[in-house]
């Protein structure tokens, strides 16, 4: 499959590469067609990986994966284009952290509302599905590394875009009963807050490598 991968940072080098590393075409959409960062990455990865600006990666991509910036993904999808987007799976990764005041962040949307929520009301024709961005990008494509299953989350409003990016998470070795479906993409909400927290036990277990799993009293023998 041929996946579109937006923004060169370490979420989107590391899914690139993952990507790859399973059999997949994948093209990095930067700003600009030769984006130092996305050109050196496809060098390194080389057969596979292309680059290219937003737009052109989203027209190569059958699913796009948005690892930009929270607060600069509207613009990067925009530069994308609604016309290439229209119909296609968009997995939204980003949290829309702002650091403007410093550290900690706070979040760069309204209460009642959510990034991914966003994205879904500027590309209507797009099938927006949030994952992915209750982990650091190593865990996102290696949650083996981790002593024990832990649980990722997933939301959106199109059943079968959810399930394709559960049988993408499954090949990356997320167990498939550890994909939690928070339901309709409103649920976004809570996982791009869940950030704050994410963030503040960051600094407590001093790694970003670590992350939840959900136990139920009834799961206990």
Same mark, same amino acid.
């Given at each position: ?7 060169t ?16 075409? +994948?093209?990095?959409? %930067? ?7 996305? &050109?050196?990455w496809?060098?390194? #990865?080389g *057969?596979? =990986? ?8 989203a ?10 910036a929270? +607060?600069?993904?509207? %613009?990067?999808?925009?530069a994308?284009?609604?016309? &290439?987007?229209?119909?296609?799976? #968009?997995? *939204?990764? =980003? ?7 410093g ?5 760069a949307?309204d209460?009642?509302?959510?990034l991914?929520?966003?994205i ?9 599905v949030k994952a992915?961005?209750? #982990?650091?990008?190593?865990?996102m494509?290696?949650p083996?590394?981790l ?6 989350f ?10 394709a ?19 309709r993409?409103?649920q ?16 407590t277990?001093s790694s970003?490598?670590f ?11």
């Open positions: 499959m041929r996946y579109g991968v937006l923004g940072g370490v979420v989107g080098q590391t899914l690139g590469s993952a990507l790859v590393r399973s059999g997949h075409e +994948v093209c990095m959409g %930067a700003r600009t067609e030769q984006h130092a960062g996305s &050109v050196a496809a060098a390194e #990865v *057969d596979g =990986a292309s680059t290219g600006s937003f737009s052109e990666a027209r190569f991509g059958e699913i796009v994966i948005n690892c930009t929270g +607060v600069h993904s509207l %613009a990067a999808l925009d994308a284009g609604s016309g &290439v987007l229209s119909d296609k799976i #968009v997995v *939204d990764v =980003a949290n829309p952290l702002d650091f403007s005041g550290f900690p962040p706070r979040l949307v209460e009642g509302d959510s991914a929520e966003q879904q009301r500027r590309f209507p024709r797009s099938r927006v992915l961005n209750t #982990v650091t990008a190593s865990v494509v290696d083996g590394s002593p024990e299953a832990t649980d990722v997933i939301c959106g409003d199109d059943a079968d875009a959810k399930l990016v559960t049988e993408l998470l499954t090949t990356w070795g997320w167990e498939h009963a550890r994909v939690r479906d928070l339901g993409l409103d976004a909400r809570a996982t791009e807050r869940y950030l704050l927290l994410w963030l503040a036990l960051m600094g277990v970003p490598d992350n939840v799993r959900i136990v139920r009293a009834e799961d206990m023998a």
